[in-house]
């Protein structure tokens, strides 16, 4: 199995820019993909962002596209994600999912994205 930590959130003012890392640990040799999700508390979570872990592939939410940008490194494991153009009702807690072969999904335990208005 893998370990998940994500780290990078805090608040930030409307408008402004965080960079989010999670960093996997463990079996990394069986991941193949990497991605985030967000959620607002008492909503559902959705997905913003996904990259292979050769970084060739890229997905992203239509709400995503155009202010976030993930990027991945592969040898170390870690998947990145620029965030810019923060708004307030940007759902405020972030999950990074991790996908090894022949597991469900590992996901971490969340960071906190709060944008001040």
């Known amino acids: 199995q893998v370990q998940v930590v994500e780290s990078g959130g805090g608040l930030v003012q409307a408008g402004g820019s965080l960079r989010l890392s999670c960093a996997a640990s463990?079996?990394?040799?069986?991941?193949?993909?990497m991605g985030w999700n967000r959620q607002s508390p008492g909503k559902e979570r959705e997905f913003v962002a996904s990259?292979?872990?050769?970084?060739?592939?890229?997905n992203y939410a239509d709400a995503a596209k155009g202010r976030f940008t993930i990027t991945v490194d592969g040898a170390k494991s870690t998947v990145y994600m620029q965030m810019n153009n923060l708004k307030p009702e940007d759902p405020d807690i972030y999950y990074c999912?991790?996908?090894?072969?022949?597991?469900?999904?590992?996901w971490g335990q969340g960071t906190q994205v709060t944008v001040s208005s």
């Open positions: 999912v991790v996908y090894t072969y022949g597991n469900p999904p590992e």
């Open positions: 463990g079996r990394t040799f069986s991941i193949y993909t």
């Open positions: 990259i292979n872990k050769s970084g060739d592939t890229t």
